[in-house]
């Protein structure tokens, strides 16, 4: 059964950092391009970054460039997301989600990360 | 990139068939056979229901059918059950930024 699991969220002060983390279980996470997709409160879906396979290509929505960075350890079966320079309007909860060249199929139960002003 | 347009909600009667509208451009849904459906119930994740316009994953439903007309896909929901009650996002393959967008978001209500 293919499981994603997301955690790191919680509450930050405007300004600062936070790692999310997510564990892929009952697939073989090299084979798959990753996506981190973020839904704020009360409102639809965002796309944020997606990462090739092998980690060789990134992709951010503009408005996390040079912010949030995206990154994979295939051995350990984990995808991250770095999250620096926090806003209040990245207040949201991030999903961990499979594939970003095909509609992400499977995707996590997500963790809420708080930016306090 | 700029989120695909649906209405904000959708209601009908248990039984009744029920369509939803998810308006692109030329650059995402007018261009791509890569349109895909999400269900979402408050505070879940979203579940695919239907991708590349019109296929369903294995376990969906068959009362879940898509289809596309030039710029605007459409998710029709017939025999409208309670269960069906949740929000219902489109998505598409955008060329520009050669990944996908998301819709506006649909709330159904039974």
């Known amino acids: 059964e293919v499981q994603l699991v997301e955690s790191g969220g919680g509450l930050v002060q405007s300004g600062g950092s936070l790692r999310l983390s997510c564990t892929a279980s009952?697939?073989?996470?090299?084979?798959?391009?990753m996506t981190w997709v973020r839904q704020a409160p009360g409102k639809g879906l965002e796309w944020v970054a997606s990462?090739?396979?092998?980690?060789?290509?990134?992709y951010y929505v503009g408005s996390v460039k040079g912010r949030f960075t995206i990154s994979r350890d295939n051995a350990k079966n984990s995808l991250y997301l770095q999250m620096n320079s926090l806003r209040a309007e990245d207040t949201a909860v991030y999903y961990c989600?499979?594939?970003?060249?095909?509609?992400?199929?499977?995707w996590g139960q997500g963790t809420l990360v708080t930016v306090s002003s | 990139q700029s989120a695909l347009t649906q209405p904000a909600s959708v209601s009908g009667s248990p039984g009744q068939s029920i369509t939803i509208s998810c308006d692109g451009t030329?650059?995402?849904?007018?261009?791509?056979?890569?349109v895909s459906w999400y269900q979402q119930y408050p505070g879940k994740a979203p579940k695919i229901i239907i991708y590349?316009?019109?296929k369903r994953p294995s376990g969906v439903s068959n009362r879940f059918s898509g289809s596309k007309s030039g710029n605007t896909a459409s998710l029709t929901i017939s025999g409208l059950q309670a269960e069906d009650e949740g929000d219902y996002y489109c998505?598409?393959?955008?060329?520009?930024?050669?990944?996908?967008?998301f819709g506006t978001g649909t709330k159904v209500t039974v």
């Open positions: 590349e316009v019109s």
């Open positions: 998505c598409s393959y955008e060329g520009s930024i050669s990944f996908y967008v």
């Open positions: 009952g697939f073989t996470l090299s084979a798959y391009w």
């Open positions: 989600a499979r594939g970003a060249t095909a509609p992400p199929d499977y």
């Open positions: 990462i090739k396979e092998d980690g060789s290509e990134t």
């Open positions: 030329s650059s995402d849904v007018g261009n791509y056979n890569l």
